[in-house]
């Protein structure tokens, strides 16, 4: 991801304005309903993306205050063309409008419309106001409509005002969107007595960039026109974090309001501030107390029958663990607080980390919550701390020399594991007047080996036993699996199929319950059989139980990091005993291959002896990360595993 400013290329920037009116604001853009054209209605190909179903023929976003500097308004103007059956959702638009506890958004003018070719001509077909429907919600409303007559070839064009009271975070601006476009320009006003930080997100570069400082008797105005040409969709790919992480935008932060008196408010506060602010919180550090004495009196049960401290630590985890039911919300903050959790055994993520942060206090550890992003939320911004980019806390215990990260909310978490949404980067820790980074990259990984020995009858059928060990994320994930079902047998059954075997006989599960230890399956197989007396080839595929059946990777090129979250390790052993009067078709070539920089490895071997054969296969992809210039060795290593993995044994009848 890139980060940059404007043309001094730093990210302090102080911004100068007035309040404008709306006359003033409106001398940029284009006119609605007078720049569709025959060209734009006939043309159905683009250069810039043979394949879209819809295409930005321009766009346009102007923000300014309005005359008392009390909300911003901002002026959305776009023109899309249609190309494909697939681009008729480009005509239903969803318009979001925040609400407070006092203020809200307001949609104060809205105009859209088709145009298509009729005899000639441009006809167009403007929105039925009647077709604007209003979603209301606690903290937003949905403002929804469709233009009619969307249909291949035509041209859509929708305009409308938005007016927000909301100024901590001005307008943010997205120049890339699902579908490319040809040009979008986003101008911003911003008053003399706000401080913004501005940074540009992604990987595009900005084709305008032009900074104009408008003198007033009053107040100077600076006027921001961004803009970029020719732009390529954005399309979400696999082992990818938050679209917002990469999606080519400018963001803007209020950092200071300045008064006409001289005072100043600052609003960008130093981490030291923000900690003590959350400390101050009723719904974070005040529900931390109340949680310390609500479970000050119930430690001696909680931590019945350990002495050492990891182990205290691993009972009141487990006990916060077990009591809890988490409700699906996220969030820092406490929902009810911490006894009305406690009494209705069901919480948030709040609620319930920062109750096990409460007795973990109590029972005297060193213990601090810790906020975070989650992957689907995006990063958080390094440069200045922006409160409302975290969205979850968890605890770290110091035990000893040893810390650890903790997230009660997941039954099937081990102590010392977070879940995989809260691999996001870097976290906050907050202490007193403090709050350090803490690098939230997992110490343990995905691991999983199978052991899968087989013989093959001189009647055709194939049977034998397999054993699966799994640790790390592949054992949580592995026991959430198993836990879907009913009942075992259930399971047994679902893998029965997907594997497309005759039957599994003496399945058996060891360190179901207990989360620290290694989750191991060990199954009988039996194999649909084959008719010896006519059938000249077996074939077979060793690898069934393999974790890559298709190579998530087939874009040419990738501009954006491989985030698998955690490291990876799979390895296949697998003893196939044949008797007399078969051989093999063809025996495999053996293989090894590296990613540079020591990023992982993929190894096959192959060996045929005494009609026995052995196969070793291991995939070890050592990082959780990878940058783009990776992407290429990466997506290769895999097609050259896959092709090792979709190769089938076959055995000819002699």
């Keep these: 991801m890139r980060v940059t400013t404007f043309s001094m290329r730093i990210i302090h920037l102080l911004i100068v304005t007035f309040t404008h009116t709306v006359a003033i604001a409106q001398e940029h853009g284009f006119p609605f309903g007078k720049t569709v054209t025959l060209n734009d209605l006939l043309k159905n190909r683009y250069e810039i993306d043979s394949t879209a179903n819809a295409i930005v023929l321009n766009e346009f976003g102007d923000a300014y205050f309005n005359n008392d500097g009390s909300r911003l308004l901002v002026e959305i103007h776009k023109k899309i063309k249609i190309l494909k059956p697939s681009g008729f959702e480009n005509g239903n638009f969803k318009i979001l409008l925040r609400k407070g506890t006092s203020v809200r958004e307001e949609l104060e003018d809205l105009e859209g419309a088709t145009y298509l070719i009729s005899n000639g001509a441009i006809r167009s077909f403007h929105l039925d106001k009647k077709s604007i429907f209003r979603e209301p919600n606690t903290n937003f409303e949905w403002i929804k409509f469709t233009l009619p007559n969307v249909q291949i070839g035509s041209v859509i064009e929708v305009k409308y005002l938005i007016s927000t009271p909301f100024l901590l975070n001005y307008w943010p601006w997205e120049f890339q969107s699902d579908i490319p476009k040809l040009y979008s320009e986003f101008c911003a006003h911003i008053s003399a007595n706000y401080v913004y930080n501005i940074s540009i997100r992604g990987v595009l570069k ?11 008797p009053v107040l100077d105005v600076d006027v921001l026109k961004l803009g970029m040409k020719n732009i390529p969709a954005f399309r979400e790919e696999q082992f990818m974090t938050a679209k917002s992480n990469f999606l080519s935008a400018v963001h803007f932060e ?3 309001i300045r008064h006409f008196n001289g005072t100043k408010d600052k609003i960008s506060k130093e981490w030291k501030d923000v900690a003590q602010e959350l400390f101050d919180h009723e719904d974070f550090g005040t529900q931390i107390k109340r949680a310390r004495n609500l479970f000050e009196d119930k430690l001696s049960f909680m931590t019945a029958g350990a002495t050492a401290p990891l ?11 077990s009591r809890y039911e988490w409700n699906e919300y996220w969030g820092k903050y406490t929902d009810k607080g911490v006894r009305y959790a406690y009494e209705n055994k069901k919480g948030n993520v709040g609620d319930i980390n920062l109750s096990l942060l409460g007795a973990l206090q109590a029972a005297e550890f060193s213990a601090n919550p810790v906020i975070l992003s989650t992957r689907e939320n995006g990063m958080t911004t390094s440069l200045y701390p922006v409160l409302s980019e975290f969205n979850y806390v968890i605890v770290q215990v110091q035990i000893g020399e040893e810390s650890f990260l903790l997230d009660a909310t997941d039954p099937f978490m081990p102590f010392g594991m977070l879940p995989e949404h809260c691999l996001n980067g870097n976290g906050r820790l907050l202490a007193k007047k403090e709050a350090t980074e803490v690098n939230l990259m997992p110490k343990t990984k995905s691991r ?8 093959l009858s001189r009647a055709g059928e194939l049977t034998g036993t397999l054993q699966i060990k799994y640790n790390g994320y592949d054992a949580v994930n592995k026991r959430k699996q198993i836990n879907s079902f009913a009942q075992v047998d259930s399971y047994t059954k679902a893998i029965s199929d997907r594997w497309k075997v005759r039957e599994i006989r003496n ?8 989360l620290e230890s290694t989750l191991v ?3 009988e197989i039996d194999f649909n059989s084959h008719d010896a007396s006519s059938t000249e080839r077996i074939y077979f595929n060793p690898f069934m139980i393999g974790q890559w059946n298709s190579n998530p990777f087939k874009a040419t090129e990738r501009k954006y990091p491989v985030d698998f979250g955690v490291a990876q390790e799979e390895i296949i052993l697998f003893n196939l005993e044949y008797p ?8 495999p070539k053996n293989l090894a291959l590296a990613l540079p920089n020591k990023g992982g490895t993929f190894k096959f071997n192959f060996n045929d002896l005494a009609n026995k054969i052995n196969i070793f296969y291991s995939l070890n992809i050592t990082k959780p990360v990878y940058d783009a210039s990776e992407y290429l060795s990466l997506k290769d290593l895999f097609e050259r595993m896959l092709q090792v993995k979709q190769t089938d044994l076959v055995f000819i009848k002699l």
């Design 206 to 216: 900005l084709d305008k960039n032009d900074h104009e400082l408008r003198s007033s």
């Design 507 to 514: 399945h058996k599960i060891e360190g179901l319950t207990d």
């Design 448 to 455: 999983a080996v199978s052991n899968l020995s087989l013989k």
């Design 580 to 587: 007399p009067g078969y051989k093999l078709d063809e025996i």
């Design 311 to 321: 182990e205290k630590a691993k009972k009141i985890y487990a006990w916060i663990q």
């Design 521 to 523: 399956e060990e199954m």
């Design 254 to 256: 209020l950092a200071e």
